[in-house]
């Protein structure tokens, strides 16, 4: 537990000095290689759009499995990932609003092209944290590397793909991916007090 507050705190300095530093230089250099000037792939289409999708399946579909079978541990499982999402949401989203970065596309209109219409603030990518919150929880819940993998390779597609689209500096896919793990373990933190009973005796 000592070393998964280390790690917390070790991603929470990143992400504190990721977002006071100007989305420039490297950063910038690495979104021109990988954001073309006309995004049109519909595969890093989906992709992106997949982040919200496949995350709220992995939401509800446990809640409504313990609430229809009983299953107690289904049901704690199923708290887990609510109050994980939740956290995430609600983190990245006062993130976004206290570092209030630009848009790449807003910002630099001649070196990136977004795929459409940006909305809210860049600092961290949304898309890619909850993705990553995703993957996280699921290799909490089953620990089995063969889940771990494709759900990281999959989070890890999203952020890729919020670059290609132009939505997103490297250092806001690297915060999100930071939050939605560490919103991860955090939920389990504190689902560990909520539901002491329940973890002392299962």
Known sequence: MVKKKYCLLIALGL???????????????????????????????????????????????????????GDKQAQYQSYQV???????????????????????????????????????????????SIAFNTAAELTIQYKKWYIAVPAYLWAGSVGYSRMYLGKHYPSDVFAGAATGIGTAYLSTWLNHKLFKSYYKHG
């Open 15 to 69: 992400l504190m000095f990721a977002g006071k530093v100007p989305a420039q230089g490297l950063d910038l250099r690495i979104l021109e290689a990988v954001n073309p000037r006309y995004p049109t792939s519909t595969y890093w289409k989906y992709t992106s759009a997949s982040a919200y999708v496949f995350s709220g399946v992995g939401t509800l579909a446990p809640f409504i499995y313990g609430i229809a079978s």
């Open 82 to 128: 609510l109050i994980s999402m939740g956290l995430d949401v609600v983190i990245t989203q006062g993130l976004k609003a206290s570092f209030n970065r630009e848009r790449p596309g807003e910002k630099h209109p001649d070196l990136a092209f977004p795929s459409g219409p940006t909305h809210s603030k860049s600092f961290p990518s949304g898309h890619t």
